[in-house]
């Protein structure tokens, strides 16, 4: 199981966190990956210039609710196949 | 220092639009007033009766007016009614401090109910006659156990004709508010006794039904820690000096959260079941009370502070209290739990929030704890600014 951290901090929940993490939610549901990843929210990730800041594995991404399904294709899709 | 808990509700007669019954409340910061008003009559008729009469009430006795001056103005003011030729409507005034001393000025609505561990706390009433009404005074004590509800008619009255022939007669409510397990909120007292009447009255109720049901809860210091501390080296002795401190600890802010995991050297969970579109969830960190995001939920919450002092708003503002996010649960802590506010400002700038745009920047922070703290004060509470 991998997670994926949405920031649910000041400036990332202004720039759109909640619709990332019921994005990236639904996302996983369809492409039956519920087993493989958990989208968790967290505090602060410290990185508040690139927000919304989503860290999968040791890397932090700069993903906005119009950029969530390219990140989801490009980064979670991808490389779970 | 108490939190004066209070809830009221109605069941307006069947057939009508508008309650006949009316409650005003007034937040001071030393004390409570609620005058339960039962206008003459039902509808709108009875609507306006009952309307003005709490709302002169209290109105006047926030201001500070006397008893006397206050009916007179009340008997003065009601409009006369075509087909009865009076104008009249019944009050109870029940004014309570936030130390748990308690007053009560009953005029023609059936006696209030005061109850401490399901036994009946001896009232002596003193008979005054006012512009020719008889009221009862009196005086009496709340602690934490202590059960206060005023009714009008209509709750004692439940049932007539129907499910029970004399009604639901006052020693029978004073049984049944006696059983009532004496943890109960106002909320959920104000809501056991008006289902009862409900039920009574078999859905159709034959007159506006008003419970007004109040307790007191004990308060405590809260510590609210927001914003990392301006020298990054000190983090460490500050935080231990807050953990150290008397009472219970709020943290509010995404990087404070983290500063405050690290040095407890615990795991910092959130909980997404809170989260909203408009407001983050909350965290979670053993032995601390609350933790949330900072600058947004505090906005919120101190929108909520500000309603709850607001006369016209209170009542919307004690709904939203119990909500489940972070900002009505936060307000909750300060408005119901806190006596003494000890707020801890940290001073670092987040480089990211000064930022064109994004519109919260360290002033606005600054500012926006400010009034936090002083609506906090107009609640009554002693607040403490440390900035660290």
Known sequence: MTDIQVCIGSVCHLKGSYDIINKLNKLITENGLNDKYKVKATFCLGNCTGAVCVKLGEEIYTVLPETADEFFLKNVKGSAE | ?388
């Not at chain 2, 709490?54 to 006369?80: N, Q, R």
């Not at chain 2, 399901?118 to 512009?131: A, D, M, S």
């Open chain 2, 1 to 388: 220092m108490y939190f004066i808990d209070t809830s009221f509700d109605s069941l307006t007669k069947h057939g009508e639009e508008l309650c006949g019954d009316h409650v005003e409340q007034a937040r001071l910061r030393d004390s409570c007033i609620l005058v339960l008003s039962d206008g003459l009559g039902s509808g709108v008729k009875a609507n306006i009766l009952a309307t003005l009469t709490s709302k002169i009430a209290v109105t006047m006795l926030k201001e500070g007016s006397t008893l006397e001056e206050t009916i007179d103005t009340v008997v003065h003011t009601l409009p006369v009614c075509n087909e009865r030729h009076l104008a009249y409507s019944t009050f109870t005034i029940i004014k309570i401090y936030n130390d748990g001393r308690g007053y009560a000025a009953e005029f023609d609505n059936p006696f209030i109910f005061l109850i401490r561990n399901g036994e009946n706390v001896p009232i002596e009433r003193q008979k005054r006659i006012l512009n020719g009404k008889t009221i009862y005074e009196c005086s009496f004590t709340m602690d934490k156990d202590t059960l206060l509800v005023a009714v009008s008619d209509g709750v004692v009255h439940a049932g007539v004709g129907r499910s029970l022939d004399l009604g639901w007669q006052w020693e029978n409510v004073d049984e049944y508010i006696k059983s009532i397990d004496t943890s109960f909120s106002a909320l959920d007292i104000t809501g056991n006794v008006l289902e009862q009447c409900r039920r009574l009255y078999e859905d159709e109720a034959g007159d506006d039904t008003t419970v007004l049901s109040v307790k007191i809860k004990e308060q405590e210091t809260i510590n609210l820690f927001t914003g990392p501390p301006k020298n990054p080296a000190k983090d460490y002795d500050v935080i231990k000096e807050i953990l150290n401190a008397e009472g219970k600890i709020v943290v509010c802010g995404g990087t404070t959260a983290n500063i405050v995991a690290r040095s407890l050297g615990a795991e910092l969970d959130v909980d997404v079941s809170t989260m909203t579109q408009e407001l983050p969830p909350i965290g979670k960190i053993p032995g601390i009370e609350l933790v949330t995001e900072g600058v947004i939920t505090i906005n919120k919450a101190l929108d909520i502070m500000r309603e709850y002092i607001d006369p016209g708003k209170n009542a919307a503002a004690l709904k939203k209290l119990q909500d489940k996010n972070s900002a009505s649960m936060l307000a909750a802590i300060i408005i119901e739990r806190c006596e003494r506010l000890n707020l801890w400002i940290g001073q670092a700038v987040n480089p990211a929030h000064q930022n064109p745009q994004y519109p919260m920047d360290f002033h606005f922070k600054m500012q926006q704890l400010e009034e936090f703290a002083s609506v906090a004060r107009q609640m009554g509470k002693e607040v403490n600014i440390v900035y660290i």
